[in-house]
């Protein structure tokens, strides 16, 4: 519990903290204005917060002092005091009438010098979003508030889509808004943005800074897993992974998570030391089962880490990994008849993949085997054809196994 405060110190503390909003808007220092603006990290009882608990009348104390700021520094005191409360609903209401007159100042400036400021208004409105729709969820109340989030961020990517100075920051804002439409399950937004940030001719993505290129490249390599664009999530996330802060072991693991199993589906296996020291050992069996062609250890690391991979949205990728490992067992069949008999090392009878695949605890017919031999022949991912009579595979005596190159399967 805090400790008493008079009236007169907790108008000092008010007083102290609108002068400094106020000599940072006039005097242009974004750094001081944005480190005003950052409440959601705040802990419940702050000099400040204690203060506007003890003067109820600070919105008058406020829009009386500086009548210039009346519709921007009466509702963030009581976004602050709210969330000192606890009641992160109201925080967010009020924050966001705060943000819509900083949004409508920040227009009329003709510098990006409250660049920074305009930055954390938009991360505090995501983070306020989330805590009031928890505590809305909690109460068995419609959580709308991370939506209505999106919504001003869109304004606020407005203001930042034109020509000038300002538009370098805009795509901070995209990755706020990425945020707030993976959580909503509602990425489908997502293409709006990024038609914008990669058509529009206001943006040289070059331009931007390199921390804001790196969250960008992992949601959008992401979006590109999700709709099975393998190159094109390749690119982006090897993207995200080379310029990120080698130090952030946290963003590289993130990062990691998607463009491992991108990776394996062209083919690329990882070391296992990259997998411990990013603690993503649910891959270890996955990548395993590949170098061996061991459907059983690709089934049982997917059923093991199914809840896991779900979640993560990978868990389609990797299941489509079969048809590797069916290709790897080949080989590996290929191998052991080549040294027993050289001249017939190129035909594999359909029956012996029948016993190897019951010997790994799957049961499957003839026909079923020559159906998947007959997809990897079609996806080109061994050569050779069937003698059907015979029940045989016959494979290519030139490049039975072509080099994925890179490329999905």
Known sequence: ???????????????????RLDDAISQSDGADLASLLAISSAPASTPLSDALAAFPDFPHLAS????????????????????????????????????SAFLQEFRNWETPWAMEAMHTVALEIRLLAEKADRELA????????LQAAGSFLMKVFGALAVKGPKRVG?????????????????????????????????FDFEDFPVKDKVTYMYYTGRLEVFNENFLVADQKLTYALMYCNPQSELNMRKILKFLIPVKLSIGVLPRRTLLEKYNLLEYADIVTSLRRGDLRLLKQALDKHEDQLLKCGVYLVLEKLELQVYRRLVKK??????????????????EVLVKTLKWLGITMDVDEVECIMACLIYKNLIKGYFAHKSKVLVLSKQDPFPKLN???V
């Not at 909690?138 to 508030?145: A, H, V």
Request: positive net charge; charged residues 25%; aromatic residues 10%.
């Open 1 to 19: 519990m805090a400790a008493y405060l008079s009236m007169g110190e907790a108008h000092r503390r008010i007083a102290d903290y609108l002068s």
């Open 64 to 99: 009386d002092r500086y009548p210039h700021l009346s519709d921007f520094l009466p509702p963030l005191l009581r976004a602050i005091h709210s969330h000192s409360l606890r009641r992160f609903g109201d925080a967010y209401s009020s924050f966001e009438k705060a943000a």
């Open 138 to 145: 909690m109460s068995g109340k419609n959580p709308d508030k």
């Open 170 to 202: 805009a795509l901070y804002v995209t990755c706020q808004l990425f945020k707030i439409y993976f959580r909503l399950g509602t990425v489908n937004l997502c293409r709006s943005v990024i038609r914008s940030i990669e058509t529009a001719r206001n």
């Open 333 to 350: 069949i290929h191998i052991i008849q080549r040294q027993k008999e050289p001249a017939k090392a190129h035909q594999i009878k359909l």
């Open 406 to 408: 890179g490329k999905p």
